[in-house]
């Protein structure tokens, strides 16, 4: 593929992918508290996830896993780590994030420090705000950062992001944050009834995303098969680190949309549409 055609490919697919993305040819990981309560730290069971890639480094073996494969969406990430006699590495000062390089430039996503969970395994949460993209630089990586005897080293290592099949991400401009991330992370399906949802926000900062609290996620339910929504609704509030708690009702079996509105100070602040597809069964 000559210059010229790379450079077209890449303005098109960026451009639709992330509506407007600062990014830097360095990530730096700052420290944050943003922390995923939703879940207790406890040790994972391997067979319950989904491996993803390895690689070895200086007597240390890393495996990532995750929640499932990965995509352009929110997903939690596991890393377990074992020394040369394949016994765990546990380190207090262990810290990984996301870092796609696409060539010519490279950008982070929003993440969360990883919690040593212990027996060498560590969790974090994650969002990646592009699926990899064919002949344009080597795409997603785990930069997983060591330190040892007053020394730092960074290990990258290789993690393949595909496009989801249902839209989870997505990205506005807003009247006082400039462009936000709001991840929704229901599953593309789910049982008819009423259902917890939670989001993250994130803003972007150049190449940081730091969570975003002080909002209010409005959501309105809509079966366009049927013309007609859902009662029962709680909008979604903030509980600290970027995260919000509301819930939805699916009153019948099918397809619907979830239709989001960011509000601050009492005004609606999204500057773009944001909505999303629930296949929706008894």
Known sequence: MNLSKLVFKFTVVFSIVLSAVACSSENTAKKDAGANNFDAPSIPNESDLIGISDTTYNGLAFKVYADSKLDNKFHTVYLQVKDKEGKPYNSSS???YPQMDMGMMK?????????ALGEGWYRGAMVFIMADIPDMGPGWHLYTILETEGKKDTIAIKVPVSEAKTMRTMSSGTAQDSRVFISNLLPDTLKQGKHSIKFLLNKMEDHDFPPLDGYVIKLKTNMPSMGHGSSGNKDAETVGNGYYEGEVNFSMAGQWEIIVELWKDGKKANQDDIK???QVGK
């Open 94 to 96: 262990l810290d990984y």
């Open 107 to 115: 950008h982070g996503g929003p993440f969360e420090h990883p919690i």
């Open 276 to 278: 999303y597809l629930v």
